[in-house]
């Protein structure tokens, strides 16, 4: 009896080792089994880091090899990143030059406050492009160009600014060249303007030198008879007074129409411009028998403008209308001149003749340097009278129709409640 309880025993015994290494073997296999999704998730893993660092490389490699400066920006200015090319930009001999420091160090003081206002707004999340004047760190001035974008985290925070720069300085000294030469071509322009005119402007210098001449010869008979009370000698004085200013106003205005000097934009009248410009030719209209009529829409906002250079281009146009009519037979010849008012930011003026119009074929040609239709023309006053009005960021355009010819320009208005910082802004921008 014993010995059969002490072999159950021992096949209990036996089976309950059997199914421990049932349980064992079974253990070992998902360890085994872990181990191996553990070492390929490790070879993803590695997989992915070595993708992420052949992209970096790759990545590095471009930005290193860009040849416009490329940086990165924390919120702060200070330069955390910066390729080659922006080492060279701002003269930095190694990377420790530039990298920890502020980048308004290399910004010219004049422009740290816009450069600091840009900055805030790629932090803010927007993409903007600006210009600035540089000094570099060894003491180089020039212009740079930066088109700046914010840098996001997994979150979707900006956490810092990436900067493409290049250098603008030939581009700037070009477009100041080329600005330079517009202007000295505008002004050699109105220099043959007044060669033309010339026999009207003798004539209204003539009328007030008549007039002082005049009234100088009465005073001078009447002290001659010695009969002269001296208050009737007041009245003739003064008028010779009024016509000697009304001379020199012609000749002020001759002299700063011909002046060689920048530009000098102000808040200009654009209906003060037109009546200048009218009595500036109303003689050489009237030997050609032409009638300028005026509609000048009353309160009219200022624009920003050299008031001489509009006034060329409305000096072109009206005397391009006297020419174009003067070559037809009509017995109309009439222009009108309109300032057109707008609810927008821009102010119109439109020069209307009844002349021959324009030849649909060559309409879109009469702003061209050097296009004419006139047999003694040089096809330049259009072509500048664009220039200019472009140069003051606004339109022109020419239009045809039965009877006569229209020529439409833009200029961009001041708005009435601009405040004085904003005027100053527009103006220098």
């Known amino acids: 009896m014993e010995s059969e309880i002490m072999l159950l025993g021992l096949v209990a015994l036996g089976g309950g080792l059997t199914v421990a ?12 089994e872990a181990e191996t999704r553990l070492h390929e998730k490790e070879d993803q893993h590695q997989g992915i880091l070595d993708r992420l660092q052949e992209n970096e490389y790759r990545l590095r490699t471009i930005i290193e090899s860009e040849p416009e400066c490329v940086k990165l920006q924390a919120a702060d200015g200070t330069v955390l990143e ?12 190694r990377p420790e030059d530039i990298i920890g420091r502020k980048i308004y160090e290399v910004v010219a003081p004049e422009y740290q406050a816009i450069y600091r206002e840009n900055m805030r707004r790629v932090f803010a999340g927007e993409s903007v492009v600006y210009e600035f004047r540089s000094t570099t760190l060894k003491g180089r001035t020039c212009w740079m160009e930066t088109h700046a974008v914010p840098l996001r985290d997994a979150r979707g925070e ?45 004539h209204e210098l003539n009328q007030p ?7 100088a010869r009465g005073c001078i008979r009447r002290l001659r008879t010695g009969e002269v009370v001296p208050a009737e000698l007041i009245e003739p004085l003064e008028e010779v007074c009024e016509q000697a200013e009304r001379a020199g106003e012609i000749m002020r205005h001759v002299r700063d129409f011909v ?11 654009i209906n003060q411009v037109v009546r200048s410009v009218v009595k500036f030719t109303e003689h050489e209209a009237r030997q050609h028998e032409t009638v300028v009529t005026l509609q000048l829409a009353p309160q009219q906002p200022r624009v920003w403008a050299d008031s001489i250079m509009i006034e060329q281009v409305v000096c072109n146009l009206v005397r391009n209308a006297v020419e174009a009519m003067a070559e037809t037979r009509s017995q109309r010849r009439e222009i009108l001149i309109r300032t057109v008012p707008h609810d927008g930011d821009i102010v119109e003026i439109e ?73 100053r802004y527009s103006l220098h921008s």
Do not use: C
Not at 82 to 93: E, F, Q, T, Y
């Open 21 to 32: 290494l049932i349980g064992l073997a079974y253990l070992l296999l998902r360890l085994r």
């Open 82 to 93: 910066i390729n080659p090319a922006g080492l060279r930009l701002v003269d930095a001999g």
């Open 158 to 202: 900006v956490y810092a600014l990436l900067g493409i720069t290049r250098d603008t300085t030939e581009h700037k000294w070009a477009e100041e060249q080329g600005r330079r030469h517009q202007t000295e071509l505008a002004r050699v322009a109105r220099l043959s303007t007044m060669g033309e005119m010339a026999t009207g402007l003798a």
């Open 209 to 215: 030198l008549a007039a002082i001449a005049n009234f």
């Open 259 to 269: 002046r060689k000097s920048e530009p000098r934009m102000t808040a200009v009248d």
């Open 351 to 423: 020069v209307v003749d009844t002349g021959p119009g324009i030849d649909e074929t060559v309409i879109d040609n009469v702003f061209d340097q050097f296009f004419t239709t006139k047999t003694e023309g040089v096809g330049m006053g259009l072509s500048i009278s664009r220039s200019i009005v472009e140069s003051h960021g606004g339109s022109i355009r020419a239009e045809s129709r039965a009877g006569g010819a229209t020529f439409r320009f833009t200029l961009q208005a001041i708005p009435v409640k601009l405040s004085r910082d904003e005027r």
